[in-house]
């Protein structure tokens, strides 16, 4: 299996900064992480690569249509029906 | 929340997910139905290599009209399909009327350490904030190197 995330101090030399300077671009919001526990915080590979790379963001649209009627979520995967559900 | 803000709400959703590398598409269609329901799906694929599966992400929301031009969430699906680790992490909030009789709690979760092979169908879930922190839960689920936990959570 690939190696999915990096530890702060690992991002920092791979970026070529201090450890402090990665956590508060973390805590500024401009190096996605996810927090483990109190003091632990994981930045995946692809986050990391993309903000060295420094890829600019996509432009996104959204676009709102009319429908008779909205699908059910929840069942894309192999979820229980609502009465599957009541019957527990 | 009005058009304009679910449509930012949607937006930001797709830049949390691209900025923490998962692709996802350049839009989105938001669609209203003859009740006035409001439903988006956002999705996203996290490949590792050029070939072989990658990981799946998707975003349901339905929201409800609770005014003229003005929604509120009342149902989601977060889901993550990690085919690459055969697994998968979800967090869930729809049927909620019969979620709440059948579990006691308007959300559940489900978590598949096999993917397929749930040793339980529906764990007890909270309701979680917004689509925000089901992307941080399921960026959390994809990076865990171990097992997913399942058999610390609760089953309903």
Same mark, same amino acid.
Not at chain 1, 14 to 22: F, N, R, Y
Not at chain 2, 51 to 58: F, K
Not at chain 2, 139 to 154: F, R, V
């Given at each position: ?72 979520? @929840? ?12 019957? @527990? | ?11 930001? *959703?797709? *830049? ?21 329901? %409001?439903?988006?799906? $956002? ?7 050029? $070939? ?6 998707? %975003? ?63 764990? %007890? ?11 941080? %839960? ?19």
């Amino acid at each position: 299996m690939n190696k999915r995330f990096y530890t702060p101090h690992e991002a920092a030399e791979i970026l070529q900064v201090s450890s402090s300077t990665v956590m508060n671009l973390i805590h500024d919001g401009k190096l996605p992480a996810t927090r483990v526990s109190d003091r632990i915080y994981r930045i995946s590979v692809p986050a990391l690569e993309r903000f060295a790379a420094g890829v600019p963001a996509t432009a996104f649209e959204v676009t709102f249509r009319r429908v008779h009627q909205i699908a059910p979520i @929840g069942e894309a995967v192999r979820v229980p029906s609502e009465l599957e559900l009541v019957e @527990g | 929340m009005d058009p304009g803000g679910i449509k930012r709400y949607i937006i930001s *959703a797709l *830049a949390n997910l691209e900025g923490r590398g998962f692709e996802v598409p350049g839009m989105v269609d938001a669609v209203i139905d003859d009740t006035g329901a %409001l439903a988006f799906s $956002v999705t996203g694929t996290c490949p590792e290599v050029s $070939v072989g599966p990658v990981a799946e992400v998707r %975003l349901d929301e339905v929201w409800q009209p609770i005014g003229v031009q003005l929604w509120e969430r009342s149902e989601y699906a977060y889901d993550l399909v990690d085919r690459p680790m055969n697994r998968r992490r979800a967090w869930h909030m729809h049927a909620v009327r019969q979620s709440r009789a059948a579990l006691g709690s308007p959300a559940h979760e489900h978590c598949e350490e096999v993917l397929g092979r749930p040793a339980c169908d529906h764990y %007890l879930g909270m309701e979680l904030r917004d689509i925000h922190e089901g992307i941080a %839960l399921i960026d959390g689920a994809w990076m865990e190197p171990g097992p997913l936990g399942c058999g610390a959570l609760m089953c309903a």
